[in-house]
């Protein structure tokens, strides 16, 4: 509990921090959820949208959130009817009339029977017939007091529907405490009308609350607040007797004239009324909902489930984040806490949380045009995590290589990196200790006293491959790669790709080429962000022209080609540079695609063409290709397709094929074999 201030008083609320126990926030397993919507075509302004909507392992999203606002509304409309205070004022009636009636008939004098008339002759609806018994001279003690009890009510409820709690308050109210609420009112209402003309002082305000706080449970600290909340209270009103029938409606007004005894309440009343609808029109004065429950409301309480159907809407409104510039913070924890109870409030909050978190750890930015965009830290940290994802892979199928290794036994390199679970690089010790010196000194520490070694001081020397490597990967960005579910699969192959060569095997050099009607390079970024576009053509002869050229940059280097496709080369390019197309595939586009194949096994390429899909015409294609260029076709199943294209660099980048070929059917579950 803690305790807070609240003007006059303080008043001891609900811890409102969250669960201290709970979970820090998983930026990683976040990052992944964007990066895999960001490579399937999504905004990253989106991928966030739809991470909040699904929520995390350890938290609920906000479509659940919504749904569950949505089943308390149609909770609250199924169980309950409006009839509840007639319902009531039906019962005392009836108790009243038939204590009348006994007592008139042992009374044996002609005034009795003038009075068994009247009684006999009342109007059917009850509240015609308490306003016909509005002067009638009781003789039954018990029935003028359910009578009385009518009239209390009415005016009991009528203020409930503007003061909640007061139906309570008011249970067994003198007639001085109805007095009170009365010049309550009156005081209230000169308030309003002085702060609508712009007159009213704080001192007014706070004179007023201290005559009239005990009214207020919910303590405004300006007349700005008052107005607010009696606004919202005030329109519910309004919105339950618009969803009354208008018979309901008529009863209703004409009940509300007996009031306390009298119309002056209802005076009162309706000069708040306006007064608030002046103040706050943009409040929901004439709105209305169809209750086909049966269980009866009375006045106070159907206006507080109208109060509660509003704001389930206002909730179910922020947690759509549908509008524009929506954040987290719209969302309002309390009315959640209300509605939904505490641990639905502890699950927003760390939603919140994971976007503030996603937002001001660098992993997104805000480009020229003022769109979100993932950063370099970010596509890193999506390498590094899909990285992992295929080093496990490999190693629970007998990978050949460990992926953390930046050599294999090679000389050091003179570079270090931070330890990660798996090295066995040796530590470099001038390093460690220096980045231990360094931690210990700005946390305030004296290095000379003595300091303690974290694991995050661990630095390893890097060593170098023997052999460097240049490598083109190329990607088929055809409209069936997205069309088939192959789009994502691809780009998580080029990141991991991307992310080995450059954290580990720096002295390599990687070419990322897409192809579809013509082909291009890209850099890494630009080919996670790339949408597909219907686009017909398969222009593997591009492809590997721009391939070769990568290759003769590095004539020392082995050449390392990674093929991914689902189909057929339909396009090719003319000597003019027009892209030509037709399918079924013609010759002459088959011909050229053949004839930069063997360009590239002339500079020596090690080739491996990774086969998706199960088109006949797709697989005798590539098993010819591969068959040509003494190279090597997999068929992997799209989970195992960023260890299939790692493995095949792995060991083709130092000639290793031989080694690794026949252990692809293993290795990856997919159909690894030598073409030759």
Do not use: C
Request: glycine share 10%.
């Amino acid at each position: 509990m803690a305790e807070r201030p609240v003007g006059r008083r303080s008043r001891f609320t609900p811890y409102d921090g969250g669960d201290p126990l709970a979970p820090p926030v998983d930026l990683r397993e976040a990052l992944d959820a964007i990066g895999e919507d960001v490579m399937a075509g999504y905004s990253p302004e989106r991928a966030l949208r739809e991470l909040l909507r699904q929520g995390t392992r350890e938290r609920t999203g906000l479509d659940e959130l919504a749904r569950r606002v949505a089943e308390r509304r149609r909770q609250l409309l199924k169980e309950h009817s409006l009839g509840g205070t007639m319902e009531e004022v039906r019962r005392l009636l009836d108790e009243a009339v038939l204590a009348e009636r006994k007592q008139l008939a042992r009374d044996l004098d002609d005034d009795a029977r003038f009075a068994e008339m009247r009684i006999e002759n009342l109007p059917p609806t009850p509240a015609a017939a308490v306003t016909e018994l509005s002067d009638y001279p009781w003789r039954s003690s018990e029935g003028r007091q359910k009578y009385d009890e009518i009239k209390d009510l009415l005016g009991r409820e009528l203020l409930d529907q503007r003061f909640a709690g007061m139906k309570q308050a008011l249970q067994n109210a003198t007639d001085e405490d109805r007095a009170a609420a009365q010049r309550m009112l009156s005081d209230l209402g000169d308030l309003l009308e002085a702060h609508a003309r712009g007159d009213d002082t704080t001192q007014q305000f706070q004179e007023f609350m201290e005559q009239h706080g005990e009214y207020f449970p919910e303590d405004p600290q300006t007349v700005e607040e008052l107005v607010d909340s009696l606004a919202q209270r005030a329109a519910a009103a309004q919105r339950m007797l618009q969803s009354m029938s208008a018979e309901q409606r008529q009863e209703l007004m004409e009940l509300s004239q007996q009031a306390f005894g009298s119309p002056q309440l209802m005076d009162q009343l309706a000069r708040l009324d306006g007064l608030l609808q002046d103040l706050r029109p943009g409040e929901d004065w004439g709105g209305s909902e169809r209750f086909e429950g049966e269980q009866g409301l009375g006045l106070g309480d159907g206006t507080g489930v109208l109060q509660d159907l509003a704001e389930l809407d206002a909730l179910a409104e922020q947690l759509s984040q549908s509008g524009p510039g929506a954040r987290m913070d719209d969302v309002d924890l309390d009315a959640l806490a209300r509605q939904l109870g505490p641990d639905a409030t502890v699950d927003a909050r760390a939603l919140a949380a994971l976007e503030k978190a996603l937002r001001d750890s660098g992993m997104l930015t805000r480009s020229a045009d003022g769109s979100l965009r993932l950063s370099p830290k970010a596509m890193r940290e999506l390498g590094r995590s899909l990285l992992r994802d295929v080093a496990g892979r490999l190693s629970n199928r007998g990978g050949q290589r460990d992926v953390r290794q930046s050599g294999t036994a090679g000389e050091q390199s003179g570079a270090t990196r931070q330890w990660e679970f798996g090295d066995t690089e040796p530590w470099d010790t001038t390093r460690t200790m220096t980045n231990a010196i360094t931690r210990t000194v700005s946390a305030g520490g004296d290095p000379r006293e003595g300091m303690r070694l974290d694991i995050r001081d661990v630095e390893v020397q890097e060593t170098e491959a023997r052999t460097q490597a240049a490598v083109a990967l190329l990607v088929d960005t055809s409209f069936s790669m997205a069309m088939d579910g192959r789009w994502v699969p691809m780009k998580r192959t080029a990141l991991a790709l991307h992310q080995l060569i450059s954290t580990r095997f720096r002295g390599d050099h990687l070419e990322l080429i897409a192809f579809a009607r013509h082909a291009r390079t890209m850099d890494i970024d630009t080919l996670t962000a790339l949408d597909a576009e219907w686009d017909k053509g398969t222009n593997l002869h591009h492809g590997l022209l721009l391939a070769n050229r990568h290759f003769r940059r590095y004539p020392n280097a082995q050449p390392v080609l990674l093929v991914v496709t689902d189909g057929e080369p339909t396009s090719h390019l003319e000597p003019g540079g027009e892209v030509f197309f037709d399918y079924p595939p013609h010759p002459r586009t088959l011909a050229l695609a053949v004839r930069e194949l063997d360009a590239a096994a002339r500079l020596g390429a090690q080739t491996t063409f990774f086969r998706l899909g199960e088109d006949p015409g797709l697989a005798r294609f590539v098993d010819s290709m591969a068959r040509r260029a003494d190279g090597r076709v997999v068929a992997p199943e799209l989970g195992d397709l960023g260890a299939a294209v790692v493995g095949s660099y792995l060991g083709g980048r130092t000639g290793g094929q031989a080694t690794l070929g026949g252990s692809y059917r293993d290795l990856f579950g997919g159909r690894g074999y030598w073409a030759g």
